[in-house]
């Protein structure tokens, strides 16, 4: 079955230092998902991208986050000053535009901020 | 607001013994329900869904069915297998968002 592939799978960084999360969503998808999960905490829908553009934010995604397609194949998520409180499995997910509901997930990525 | 508690783990069992998982939600409006499982080392996979009062979702042996009198979707499977060792995501959606609300999560160890 396709995959969604994301990376790395741990990212360590300094605090207020900028991070970016990779991301390649299965080749015929067309919406694009960023979910994370803190430690001990609910999985959180941080952004949803559809046509080169971001189609749904929750609070969480405020001006430090960012989201990009630079090419046919990738989807990353940019922080730009990263906070303790960032430190969390981030997970990608991507779906076609025929399947209603069904989400494919990608591994994840655990960032620790320091 | 929407939200979905779901009972804490770890759910520790022994091969064949019989599975539930409790989940309840609130939302506004006529959600969509989801269990999402998550096998070690890999991504959060759909393992059934209803989408509305009274419909039960099944795969691989494992059932819930919509409760909209008691908001509640509990899982259930009649004999678990090491194999189904994983973390089980309660989920659900509402309206034509994109936007899925999840609960903590529950771990589920079975053993030999």
């Known amino acids: 079955e396709p995959e969604v592939t994301q990376t790395p799978s741990h990212q360590v960084t300094q605090m207020g230092q900028e991070v970016i999360l990779r991301c390649v969503p299965i080749s015929n998808h067309l919406y694009f998902y960023w979910y994370r999960q803190i430690l001990g905490q609910k999985v959180e829908f941080l952004v949803s991208?559809?046509?080169?553009?971001?189609?749904?934010k929750s609070e969480i995604f405020d001006d430090q986050f960012s989201v990009e397609r630079p090419d046919g194949s990738n989807f990353t998520l940019k922080i730009r000053s990263t906070k303790l409180e960032d430190s969390a499995m981030y997970f990608c997910?991507?779906?076609?535009?025929?399947?209603?509901?069904?989400?494919?997930f990608g591994s994840g990525t655990q960032l620790s901020v320091l | 607001g929407n939200s979905v508690t779901q009972m804490e783990g770890p759910v520790t069992l022994s091969e064949e013994a019989f599975l539930t998982i409790n989940c309840t939600y609130t939302?506004?409006?006529?959600?969509?329900l989801f269990w999402y499982v998550q096998y070690p080392g890999e991504g959060l996979q759909l393992l059934l869904k209803?989408?509305?009062?009274?419909d039960k979702g099944s795969n691989k042996g494992f059932e819930a069915t919509y409760r909209k009198e008691t908001t509640s979707f509990h899982l259930e499977k009649g004999s678990v297998q090491v194999s189904d060792s994983a973390v089980y995501f309660c989920a659900l959606k509402v309206d034509a968002g994109n936007m899925l609300t999840f609960g903590g999560g529950t771990r589920l160890m079975v053993k030999p």
């Open positions: 209803a989408t509305k009062a009274d």
């Open positions: 991208f559809y046509n080169n553009e971001i189609s749904e």
């Open positions: 997910a991507s779906k076609s535009q025929g399947a209603v509901e069904k989400l494919f």
């Open positions: 939302a506004t409006g006529y959600p969509s």
